[in-house]
């Protein structure tokens, strides 16, 4: 009986974010693992290959496709209300114990995602468009496992969707290449990353590196993309005030207008003790984010319990300009021409 990776491995074809190496092995800079790859062998996330020389990245295929809010993502500042069709594929190049979608992105590295296999529909980037098409979405998405390791696929999809008027973005967790960025950066709007921590030896624990996912938010907002950043905060583990201010002062210092989402974490997957981030936790780290001069703070996953947490404000004259509860935008009073209605300050975003 063909397993998981017999299956993926006829979802492949030869991929383009790499450089040749010495004999026949490659080096892909899909991400920042920078994998050395020899015939034979897989990448750090199990899904790309090298077959006789050939760098093999997944293709055809989606492990989930659904139409939400943008809210979802999360964007608040990407065309407020507007449908996303978000796909997503299998594998990561992070093994996080608090994942969410772990069935997905764990698949390849975790025995129990074996299962994850049941989840594969084929189908073309022109289909998927087509369906965010028929949908009304505005948007495409790639989320649920991590977009870098299939950005070959996002880039055909993306270029589609773009060529129909639609807008793209990824919902990533920011490990990154220079490289890999200048590649997306013609076909992609909207880059939201998650900032996990602000010590380098966390970030190694989950399989990543600090400074990559600092320079990441630098560099995809220096290409011009519209960036914001969720931080799941976990009691006990990145919820100190300092490591707080660090992100904080660290967003402002590229940006005051980046949004900052602090979210609630529930037991999930290898964590699951401890218990769900509070209110008062993630009003804690929204006061500090505003403190270090952010201006634009959220709170996630509690909806209804964060007060104005779910709004966005002027940040001169504090009028309400977005008012919602969770995923739902009951009232957007911003200008056509993206600023305030009471005193004309420019609103940053992607608004029309
Ligand atoms: S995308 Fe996969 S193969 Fe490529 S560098 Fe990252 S972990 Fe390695």
Redesign the pocket.
């Known amino acids: 009986m063909p397993t998981l990776a017999d299956r993926l491995d006829t979802l492949s074809q030869p991929g383009w974010l790499a450089n040749a190496g010495e004999g026949q092995s490659i080096e892909?800079?899909?991400?920042a693992?920078?994998?050395r790859?020899k015939p034979g062998q897989r990448?750090?996330?199990k899904?790309?290959f090298n077959r006789e020389g050939d760098l093999m990245v997944p293709w055809g295929y989606v492990a989930a496709a659904n139409v939400d809010p943008i809210e979802k993502k999360p964007f608040m500042h990407f065309l407020p209300g507007a449908d996303a069709l978000t796909f997503g594929m299998l594998g990561c190049?992070f093994h996080c114990d608090f994942c969410q979608n772990w069935v997905s992105s764990q698949a390849l590295r975790d025995p129990a995602s074996e299962g994850s296999g049941a989840y594969i529909q084929e189908i073309s980037a022109q289909e998927l468009v087509d369906y965010a098409l028929r949908a009304g979405a505005q948007i495409i998405a790639s989320s649920y496992n991590e977009p870098?390791?299939t950005s070959e696929w996002a880039i055909e999809i993306f270029r589609l969707a773009r060529q129909e008027g639609l807008r793209s973005v990824y919902v990533s967790n920011g490990f990154a290449t220079p490289e890999v960025l200048n590649a997306l950066q013609p076909v992609l709007d909207g880059y939201k990353v998650d900032l996990k921590c602000m010590t380098d030896e966390k970030y190694r624990s989950v399989g990543g590196r600090l400074q990559v996912v600092l320079d990441t938010i630098k560099q995809a907002h220096a290409l011009g993309m519209w960036v914001e950043v969720v931080t799941l905060i976990i009691p006990g583990f990145n919820d100190s005030n300092e490591e707080l201010w660090d992100s904080a002062r660290y967003l402002v210092s590229v940006s005051a207008d980046i949004p900052w989402h602090v979210t609630s974490f529930y037991p999930t997957y290898k964590h699951l003790e401890g218990e769900r981030t509070s209110a008062e936790i993630l009003q804690r780290a929204a006061d500090i984010g505003q403190e270090a001069g952010l201006k634009y703070v959220y709170a996630g996953n509690l909806p209804g319990h964060v007060g104005s947490l779910e709004n966005t404000y002027c940040p001169n004259c504090q009028t309400l300009l977005i008012r919602r509860t969770g995923f739902s935008v009951h009232e957007n009073r911003i200008t056509n021409s993206g600023g305030c209605p009471q005193c004309a300050e420019s609103i940053a975003g992607v608004w029309h």
């Open positions: 892909c800079y899909a991400c693992h920078r994998c790859i990448g750090v996330c899904m790309r190049n870098l390791i």
